[in-house]
Structures are given as C-alpha cells and as structure tokens.
C-alpha cells in the first residue's frame, strides 16, 4: 500500500498511514470546514480512510494517539515547512507532452551521467532553471542527468541527505510540478533523469516518523545514528514504505532511475534483502510501461552481490558506484594520502604484487582499477584493519560507474576544492580522458567540464541552532583526518557558503575553462561514435573473447600505461602518463593505430603532443609526455 494522502478524483482521497504501536491515528482537513476523520486499523498496523468533499491543495495535518498534530510523513508536498500541514496532490493533472510520451527510457551501459544539485546549479537554485541549460548538456555529450536529494528538508538550502519527507520534492526548488517539467523537458530532448535517494536514514529535524514506533533499529548503527528497521519486528511496514517511494518516483514523476545512497548502512538479513525487493519492483514497472528503469548503488563494501543476477543470489541492481576508481586516480594525481587515500598509497602497495622484495610503482593500483573497477578484492585495507572486497570479474564495465569528482569526494573536503585547484589543468585533462574513454560508464560532477573555480562546500539551513552547532563540532573533527588544522572552516549554515557553491556558466566561454570545456566535448564525441563504448556489457574482463589488457611502462619512476579493448574487429588504444615531471616510453602493440586525441593539443591548451598521428609497426616506442593522455583507433 501507498502511504500518504493520495488524491482519487472526483474530490475523494485515500489516507494512509503505517503506525502499528499508536492507539488511534485520524486525518484533520481543513477545508471546506475543519474536521477530524478517524482511520480505522487494517492490516499489520495500516490505519486507513477515505475522505470525501477534498480538493488538490488542501491542507492536512495527521492526529497521533488524539493530541498530536503532525504532517505527514508520507507527504507529497510541504509548502510551508516541514513542520507545518502537509498538501494534497493530483498526480494525475500534469499535461506530459506528446515528446515525453514517446520517450521509452535509456540503458545504464549507454549512459553519461551528469551529477548536479538543483540549489547551486543556477542562480536561481530551482528545477525550472535547469531547463534551459539541458540543450547545452546534450551538446556536450550528456544523455542522463542525475540529481542529487531533492526530498523536502529544513530551510532551503541543504545537500539534500538531510531530508525528511522522503515522498516531496521541495518547494524551494519548485515542488511537483517544477520536478515534472524538468522531466518532461528533458525526456523531450533526448534525455534520462535519474534521482539520488536515501533510504539509509532521515535527517534529524523534522523526521516524524521517529514518534509512530517501529521505523528505527537500535541493533545497528549507522554514521547518521540508529538504523532503519528493515529486517527486525514490524518491519514489514517500513519496507514496504520505502519500496512504494522507489516506485512513485519512477511512476508518478516518470523518472528513469534511482541512485541509492550508502547502501551499506542499510541493513537487512531477510531472505529477500530491501533492495532486491526495490529492483523486483521496478522491474515490474518497466514491463507495465515499456520503459527502461535502472538502479545505482552507492556502497563501499566491495561486494559483487549487489549488481549480481537475482536468479544467482545476488539482489539484480543495474550498476553501483565505484569510489575505488576515483581513490586510486586521486591518490596518483595529488599524491594525497590522508584518510581512505592511505588504501591507495606506497604503504598499500606490496600485497598486490607477488614479489614482496620488489616495491611495485605506483600505477599498479590504477591498472587493477581499469582492468576490473575494484582495487581491493580480498586484500587488507590499513584504513578498516581487516581484508576487504571480494572479485568482480564476472561482471561487465556496464555494471560499474567510474568519476573523477563528485559531490563527496569535493563537497567532504573542509574548503570544497575541486581537482584542477588540486592538481592543476594537464592533471585535470588527464583524469577527464581517464574517465570518459574508460571501459565503465562514466559521471561528471557539474562544472568539472570547464574546470569551474567555485568550490562545491557543505551546507544547511537548520533552524535548530543547536543541530547547526552540532554539525558544526561534527565536520570540524571529520577535517582533522584531512590536515586542515589550521584552516578556517566554512560555516555550514551560513548563506554565503551556499552562495559561494554556485556555478559560474559564464567561464565556459573564455580562456582555459572554454579549452577544458572543448576536451570535454571531443572525449564524449568519441565515446558516442566508436562503437565499442555501446557494448560495455559485453566487455569483460579475463574475457579473452573481449581481450582487456593492461601493461605499464617498464621505467617504474614513468607512470605510463596501456589499455588495450577488443571486441570483434573493435580495438582502442589509450596511452597515460600520471607522472607529473617526466615522460614515459611506451612499447606500443601491433597496430595500425590513428591519434583521435590527445590532452597536449593546443586547442585544448596543452604545449603541443609529439606523440605520431599514426602507429602502425609493432613494437613501436613512442614518449608519452608527463601528464598527457591520448586515445588511438584500431583501423
């Protein structure tokens, strides 16, 4: 059953609400005369009514065990807040085009990600905003949007993993109805639109669903305090809370799929785990509708199980995040290795050779991770003191999303800084190359294509002073860990924080932002034309009927390396250097081989490549210049 107050025309509506430890539960209108209706008691602790006499917009407010008023935690809309009466809403009046009628979805394998937060994406922080920018994200190679948590949270200015209101798009950034016309609009043009949800916990100012009993856990902890109750007594309920939430995202605002954050905090021992419950669900909605839905996992857990077939064992999620990747580009571009950038260091480094008495360069981690997206697959990590991960090698590159910045691994750093300011411009390119032409598909964090200056920092708007100066003590001791002792945090809940997260689209058009920016767009037109990249799901690998390989260079001190696919007559090239002082020589495989790109290239702001347009004897050496990267066509 769905929670919440669900419109059914003709000026009725059902309330429900899941609350089996409350002795009497009632629904308060407001209109055309306030009155209070009692829910009656069904199934495993539903209470339920129908109302009559009720319009779309009303106001309603629940009655908990008689002298309680609170919103609805199933709430669709909060206009006022989340601690005010919650709206109703017809989800059925919204005129979708007849372009969006047509639209039957995108497969995770043909995807281009691009994440963005709606807040600080455009000046005006909302989703009609957005709109006219999607011609330009098309243009650059982009085909799926991916928003981060839009669920109503305090104030109006939050990364949105605060939220409380699992089932609302918030008002600030333009409610229902702004959400379905981003949608309809982008659907129009071509282009998927995913959502970041949280199922893992709620914020901690106005989450209501604390007082109804039976939604929270204290046999596990999570980073945000006590778990979810997905598989303890009266659980039933809150499963089927957050299985309906997956699927009126995808049904009710025609989303194409979902991002699920942190899954490893939540836990769940059923027979069928909650997200195997999700993924069934949804696959039931794209047979109904004909449309392709997908899943992402975020986890950390290593643990192929999630993205594994259901009728294998495993929970059947399309594809899942893949932090390891990023850790190990990081760590060989910034040479930081503070915090879990230790597991991808020179200290990690010997158990992942064989000859203990020969210390490996540090490329070998890299290579792991574009060979098979995970580093740590059963190897001990310093960070968790225990061995971690298990193989993902029966799994194709489709099942695995690869980034070189998002909105943890920037916004999780004390001054926000993104990776040109780390690293500098040829370093940038480098790790863009290493992303978009990767065997996996690939995600941008918004502004990354033209090396936005402005940083992307925490942020909130609580208006619980005493959650804004326990925030504040909380992210100040996670810096430590980071060697920022001596650096003055941003206020988390000041307004100037937030505004200075905010894009700047006006650099794209001058100087090296429009070099960067034109990178960007020639990686992705190359990604969309050789048609190896429409068949990462057949690209396995120790596949030797795909053929994935990977060699360094022989000069330990010249980090270069070679990616070599191969599908039928299909081959690429991809030559690195993540050495940021001296070139490396590269013995190239037979060929013939033609340069597509390379990140020296003066249009994209680089001195000039030496690398040859043209590689066709095999056993070629050819010098690969510090910090360059380029892509080469079998032909």
């Not at 909105?407 to 750093?413: E, M, P, W």
């Amino acid at each position: 059953m769905q929670p919440g107050g669900i419109y059914l025309g003709d000026d009725r509506a059902r309330f429900a609400l899941w609350a089996p430890e409350r002795q009497s539960v009632a629904v308060r209108l407001f209109e055309p005369i306030e009155r209070i209706l009692p829910m009656h008691l069904e199934r495993h602790g539903w209470w339920v009514v129908e109302a009559k006499d009720v319009t779309p917009g009303e106001r309603y407010q629940l009655v908990i065990d008689g002298d309680k008023f609170r919103p609805d935690p199933a709430s669709q809309c909060q206009p006022d807040g989340p601690h005010e009466p919650s709206a109703l809403v017809d989800q059925d009046a919204f005129p979708w085009s007849k372009a969006e009628a047509a639209w039957t979805g995108l497969e995770l394998k043909d995807a281009v990600i691009y994440e963005l937060h709606v807040g600080t994406f455009t000046p005006e922080g909302t989703f009609d905003a957005i709109i006219p920018r999607l011609e330009e994200l098309k243009e650059l190679g982009v085909n799926c949007l991916e928003l981060m948590p839009i669920a109503h949270f305090p104030g109006e200015r939050n990364w949105g993993y605060d939220g409380v209101f699992p089932y609302a798009p918030h008002i600030a950034y333009g409610g229902v109805e702004g959400l379905k016309r981003l949608v309809d609009a982008a659907h129009s043009l071509g282009l998927a639109v995913i959502l970041d949800v949280v199922y893992n916990h709620l914020g901690p100012e106005g989450n209501y669903l604390w007082e109804l009993g039976g939604y929270f856990t204290d046999r596990y902890k999570t980073p945000w305090g006590p778990a979810i109750n997905f598989d303890g007594a009266h659980c039933d309920g809150v499963r089927e809370f957050f299985v309906e939430n997956a699927l009126y995202w995808l049904r009710d605002y025609r989303l194409d799929g979902l991002r699920l954050d942190a899954v490893h905090a939540m836990y769940d021992v059923h027979t069928e785990h909650d997200l195997a419950a999700i993924e069934h669900v949804i696959n039931g909605l794209s047979e109904e509708t004909g449309r392709q839905h997908f899943l992402i996992a975020e986890t950390d857990l290593n643990d192929p199980t999630l993205i594994t077939d259901q009728e294998h064992g495993g929970y059947g999620l399309e594809g899942q995040w893949c932090d390891e990747f990023h850790h190990a580009l990081h760590h060989l571009l910034t040479g930081e290795t503070q915090s879990y950038y230790e597991d991808f260091g020179p200290a990690a480094l010997p158990q992942f050779v064989e000859d203990k008495q020969e210390p490996p360069p540090l490329i070998e981690l890299m290579a792991k991770t574009l060979r098979q997206a995970y580093v740590y697959d059963g190897q001990y990590m310093l960070s968790r003191q225990r061995l971690h991960g298990r193989s993902p090698l029966s799994h194709p590159g489709s099942k695995f999303c690869v980034f070189s910045q998002n909105h943890d691994h920037i916004g999780n750093r004390m001054l926000g800084e993104r990776l040109e300011h780390l690293a500098g411009f040829e370093a940038a390119k480098l790790a863009a190359g290493t992303v978009l032409l990767a065997p996996f598909v690939p995600l941008l964090f918004m502004g990354e294509e033209y090396a936005e200056k402005n940083p992307f920092l925490y942020f909130i708007s609580h208006s619980d002073q005493g959650l804004l100066k326990g925030v504040r003590a909380g992210r100040k001791k996670e810096f430590r860990a980071f060697h920022h002792d001596k650096a003055e945090m941003p206020d988390p809940g000041a307004e100037l924080t937030y505004q200075q997260s905010k894009l700047h689209w006006e650099q794209r058009s001058s100087g090296r932002h429009a070099q960067m920016l034109a990178f960007y767009r020639a990686c992705l037109h190359l990604r969309q034309t050789i048609p190896l990249f429409s068949q990462l799901d057949q690209l396995y690998p120790k596949n030797k009927a795909t053929g994935l390989s990977l060699v360094r260079s022989e000069q330990d001190s010249a980090l270069g390396l070679w990616l070599i696919c191969e599908l039928g007559q299909e081959k690429t090239l991809v030559l690195y250097n993540f050495d940021a002082g001296k070139p490396a020589q590269l013995e190239v495989p037979a060929g013939p081989w033609t340069r597509q790109i390379s990140s020296y290239e003066a249009a994209y702001g680089g001195r000039g490549t030496e690398l040859p347009s043209k590689i066709a004897p095999p056993g070629t050496t050819v010098t690969v210049a510090p910090l360059e990267f380029a892509f080469y066509a079998g032909n």
